[in-house]
């Protein structure tokens, strides 16, 4: 029963969606308050139904109901509660819904933010959104229907893929989406805009917010996927260059270059074109992403299933939403009136300079996941463009970026003194060098590149911590006076701050994957393996039985440089109902290191394949994304970009302002 | 009946939850505060404030608050140009029209794609024997996956793997039972009925077909135990799809004459043996299949017309011949799989698949 | 500096990035692109010793030998022949005689591959996507139906 009302509630949703299209467009047309006012409402009815149907299906997968083919196709009465939550979103079908549930709740914040849009603007956007949900809504119902029956009921599942039983893809895919679907909402924004022919800060200060949230979501959701991969797939990698992980990294680019951009139309006024086109190619970028690793052109552990209907569906909706609103570009951005002038030295310079290298790095990234398949399809060729390709390209478009970030960050909008500016970082390239060059003189062995790539990230930290400190201190001030001041200054300035110190402690973590050492032998009990100054002990391996899976468990113990560690464990599993074996990594964190034990093949006489990684400072990849995410989260908390910010203004200035 | 209350009940909420903010007639808008001005209003009280706090240096502030000013003028000018238009005869004429939308696009949109692809004939069931029905259902599951979990962590226990078994087969899992009957013959070692049993699944497995491993099961059965009845029915079978007619009626003929007076299979084996031509069946037909021989035959003869005219895959050869076999038509199929090669020379691997069935059926070894 | 001045600025930076990027790709493409092939391609193909490729086919049954430390050795075959592959490492999770595989590596000579890394990225009755193509195009493919007939 509440199955076919879950049902029953998605179609329900595509017929509101449809009116939350015609007739807030229709009233914005019209200056009809009234027919505008009816999008609200709209967007709330679609995201209660699209909650019903998932809360439905949520409820089919906890209660193990086999008369629907998509629990009896990715559950199992033995598995895990939290499995059979994730498993909710570990297929094709379930992973579509709560792509659209995150849509149609995106629609309901903007429904329900009504003081901080101006109606038109709000009525336009949500009518774009509709657009969305009605292509996705008949995506879902027509060719991925999570709410087909089987009858007679099977009496068990065929249990969910063995490598999705991880709680990373309880979280993965959720922040994942979070961020995708966000950019629909700039991307719905722009599309508003252009419609209505009217572009201005307003509007950039309104759609900020929605960007750097959907930005800081994706930027944990790729690096909770990075991480996932990293321990789950027992290969010690954490960024392949996989085609599924380019189709996220390429809108988190073009996400980035938007940020940026937003920012200089908010404060200038400039770069309205510009920014406008990037939110349509971050969007179209998602949407090329979803296609990707739905549609099964590419073959990965993402890729759930190969059907050619889905793909040619996905592809439809694809070329739909990206030629129409680039057709819808070309028309009227030449009537968008353009803002603020500025020097090539400045502050707004710099940004440009930015965008224009993210914008060119993702177009280098495109190039290279996209080729291979246009390869194939015109010639039957098949080839494989893998990291060296991408590390050719993509680094020294990066690294310039990096190397500018702190000094763009310094300089002052409309004309900045680049001199002066440099001046004000002489102590943080001192010590960077300085940084770099301990690297060399401690750590030798490795390649040159590292101690370079360490000092690069040090200058990134240092360079954006000297923004709060020549901001709040100059010479001769009492750290009590600069201490407020730092704690005075806008929480965006600190966001900005946090966010780019986040990227160089990533790129310390990955200068410093050159100096990993591994090895790799057959080990017998008490037998000991060494990489580096680590060495692992093979104690005893024992069968383990769990309820859907056994396995065995190698027991090792980890000394460095003789001295003990402590123990840890890697296994190796057999899911018994679909006969599938998975490797389990056993990691022990050592600092912000890691040592990282990958099984083999275990013997009939009991030795084991085992390969040893040590892996220093590895952590720091992912704190850094998480830092990253941080800044974005300490710049949303800004009351300036809050949703409710006009409140602000009954504020009396003269009113002293606490402290933030 | 319950469940279209429901979904009506739903479609009636949903309509009406378009229908609410058209029927409100006041012109909200009017009364809001333009929030184009208000914002740069906004901007030029925050650039003051962050001037008294000493972020802005004064110039700065000032320069920032002429730029703010001149941009709230600008917006200022724009909005006053397009009024709302809330009231007056149009509007009215509007919000019909879209009420109209509403009521009929929900519920048409709804009820047409709910109609195609859900199944709400399911919930029509009275529901007491709905819940009967689970309720058994889910006895079964529940026992079945308790006995596999057991197995998974005892996978020796051999007794096990013969209870499971026939619930895989009343549950349509062939495949799982065929491995659920070789475990159990691996440990609890091999008797006439076990593996006469196994023998079964194999038959069923291959759509009825006795295929030369089973046939070997069946043999294994014999010599364990002379009288076992349905491996030698099996193995009459067998003779029958080799095509040695005569061995298997009178394999047939000792079986029926050593089974007990109203042996549940004394039926079976009549009407086989009547279909080879012995003697004629005796009473009760009810469990004859609705699907009369003529009836496979034409479907078998238009299959072999369709190959024969237009060509088709290896696997579909395939399935003519192992017809042929079933059918007991053992000329058919060895003449069927000798067009097939012919039809398949230039394909190595469609080659291979006919030869792997012409294996699997002894059409060679038996060629006089 | 007029706003044309700033103007063709904008326009030159970006034009001289777009420019780098350019070459990188095509400089890149030229040589970091890894080709798939199968033991058939490479003998037709005449691939030089040397090359670093991608190859995919079926691991040929009987033919996996481990080595001490983890040295494997083991056949690529499709219908046309087989080439020896010999990796050290570990070998991934779904590895199996029988099934698809991929190892990537240089080509030692026309019969030897020297492996630095082997997928086997596939379930039960899932092969990797280039390995089944090849597989279909030589007539080799059972599908998932018709599972290929078990030796007996």
Partial sequence: MLVEAGHFALTLALGLSLIQFVVPLWGARANDPVLMSVGPVTGMAVFTCISFAFLALTIAYVTSDFSVMNVVENSHSAKPLIYKLSGVWGNHEGSMLLWILILALFGAVVALAKNSIPQRLQANTLAVQAAITIAFLLFILITSNPFTRVIPAPAEGQDLNPLLQDPGLAIHPPLLYIGYVGFSISFAFAIAALIDGRIDAVWARIVRPWTLGAWAFLTLGIAMGSYWAYYELGWGGWWFWDPVENASLMPWLAGTALLHSTVVMEKRDALKVWTVLLAILTFSLSLLGTFLVRSGVLTSVHSFAVDPERGSFILGILIFFIGGSLALFAWRAPMLKQGGLFAPVSREGALVLNNLFLATACATVLIGTLYPLALEVLTGEKISVGAPFFNFTFLPLIVPLLLLLPLGQTLAWKRGNFLGTAQRLYAVFGLSLLAAMAMFAFEYGGPAAAPLGIGLGVYLVLGSLNEIVTRSWSRGTPLAVAWRKAANLPRSTWGTVLAHAGVGLTVIGIAATAWGVEGLATLKLGERLKAGDYEARLERVIPRVEANYREDVAVFTILRQGQVLGTLESMKRLYVTRGMPTTEAGIMTVGLGQVYVSLGEVEADGSVGVRLYHKPLVLLIWIGALVMALGGGVSLTDRRLRIGAPARAKVSPAAPVPAE | MVIWIILLLMTAAAVMAVLWPLSRHRALAAQQVDPDTQFYREQISEIERDRERGVLLPSEAEAAKAEAGRRLLRATGATAADAFAAVGEPALRRRRAASTLALSVIPIIALALYGAYGSPHLLTHPPEQQAQASGDKMDLMAAVSQIEAHLAQNPQDGRGWEVVAPVYIRMGRIDDAVKAYESAVRYLGASADRLANYGEVMVLAKDGLVSSEAQKVFEQAVQLNKASPKARYYLAVAAEQDGQIEKAKQAYGELLSSSPEGAPWGDVVRQRLASLGGEQPVAGQEDAPQIGAADIARMVSGLAERLETQGGSPEEWARLIRSYAVLGQRDKAVAAAERARQALAQNDAGLKTIDAMARELKLTDAAP | ?152
């Fill in chain 3, 1 to 152: 500096m007029t706003r044309k001045q700033r103007r063709l600025t904008l326009i030159g930076i970006a034009g001289g990035i777009l420019a780098i990027a350019l070459g990188l790709v095509l400089y890149a493409m030229n040589d970091t692109i890894v080709f798939f092939n199968s033991p058939a391609d490479i003998q037709a193909k005449n691939v030089r010793p040397g090359t670093r490729l991608r190859l995919g086919g079926l691991v040929k049954e009987g033919t996996v030998q481990r080595g001490t430390d983890q040295q494997i050795t083991f056949e690529v075959m499709d219908a046309h022949g087989a080439i020896q592959v010999r990796y050290r490492g570990l070998l991934p999770d779904l590895f199996r005689e029988g099934q698809g595989v991929v190892a990537e590596g240089v080509l030692e000579s026309a019969t030897v591959f020297r492996a630095d890394s082997v997928l086997a990225k596939h379930d039960e009755n899932y092969m990797p996507r280039e390995v089944a193509d090849t597989l279909k195009k030589q007539g080799h493919w059972q599908g998932e139906a018709n599972a290929a007939p078990k030796t007996q």
